[in-house]
Every structure is written in structure tokens, then in C-alpha cells.
């Protein structure tokens, strides 16, 4: 079992900057991928990051690359997202999630993940 609390979520106005963090506990190794979602009313859950916890290689959807960047501190459990220039359409609801043994095709949908933080709300106002 693996457990998930995402943290770092809040008000901001265009252009500013917020870090997310996710605090794991539990069962986690270098097998082990994490990613963040996020998700607005009435939609599905959208890919944002990934990153192996190996310490390798990273993913991004293309809306955020240059903008976003995931990291994981494997000494801290913890998993990052540091998200710059923000914009009105990054508002939703953040999630973290990870999965054990994640192939390169699958990183980017929902269902390839398992276990699944509570969601921090991130606001971005115009």
C-alpha cells in the first residue's frame, strides 16, 4: 500500500509561480512511477507529469512543458512540481497518483495508476 498527500495548492494571480509537493509513505521503490493529474468539473482527470522514481526520466503534457517541472526527493519520499508562469487554464484540482512497473506508453492515463493523493486545489486568477 502506498499513500499519498499532496500539499502547496492555493490562490494566485496570472503569472505567478506555486510548488506542489507529495508526501509518500508506504511501500515506495524504484519500480515505482508518480505523476500528477489534474482535473475541472466535469472533466476527466488530465496527464500534467510523471517521473520515475528511479531517479530518470521525466514526462510532460505538452501544455506545460517549458512552464512545469517534476522532481522527487527519494530521501524525503516526496515528489514535486514546481509550476511557473501560470496561466487562468491551469486552474483545477491537482492530484498525485503512482504505480508500480509503469511502462513508457501508459505513463499518461489515469487508469494506469493505482494509488491516488486527496487533491490540492491551485487557482489562477486573471
Known amino acids: 500500500q502506498v499513500q499519498l498527500v499532496e500539499s502547496g495548492g492555493g490562490l494566485v494571480q496570472t503569472g505567478y509561480s506555486l510548488r506542489l509537493s507529495c508526501a509518500a509513505s508506504?511501500?515506495?521503490?524504484?519500480?515505482?512511477?508518480m505523476a500528477w493529474f489534474r482535473q475541472t468539473s466535469g472533466n476527466e482527470r488530465e496527464f500534467v507529469a510523471a517521473?520515475?522514481?528511479?531517479?530518470?526520466?521525466?514526462f510532460y503534457a505538452d501544455f506545460v512543458k517549458g512552464r512545469f517541472t517534476i522532481s522527487a526527493d527519494k530521501a524525503k519520499n516526496t515528489m514535486y512540481l514546481q509550476m511557473n508562469s501560470l496561466k487562468p487554464e491551469d486552474t483545477a484540482l491537482y492530484y498525485c497518483?503512482?504505480?508500480?512497473?509503469?511502462?513508457?506508453?501508459?505513463?499518461?492515463?489515469?487508469?494506469?495508476?493505482?494509488?491516488w493523493g486527496q487533491g490540492t486545489q491551485v487557482t489562477v486568477s486573471s
Open positions: 497518483a503512482a504505480a508500480y512497473g509503469v511502462i513508457n506508453s501508459s505513463t499518461r492515463y489515469a487508469g494506469t495508476y493505482r494509488y
Open positions: 517521473v520515475r522514481w528511479s531517479g530518470g526520466n521525466t
Open positions: 508506504g511501500r515506495t521503490d524504484n519500480r515505482y512511477t
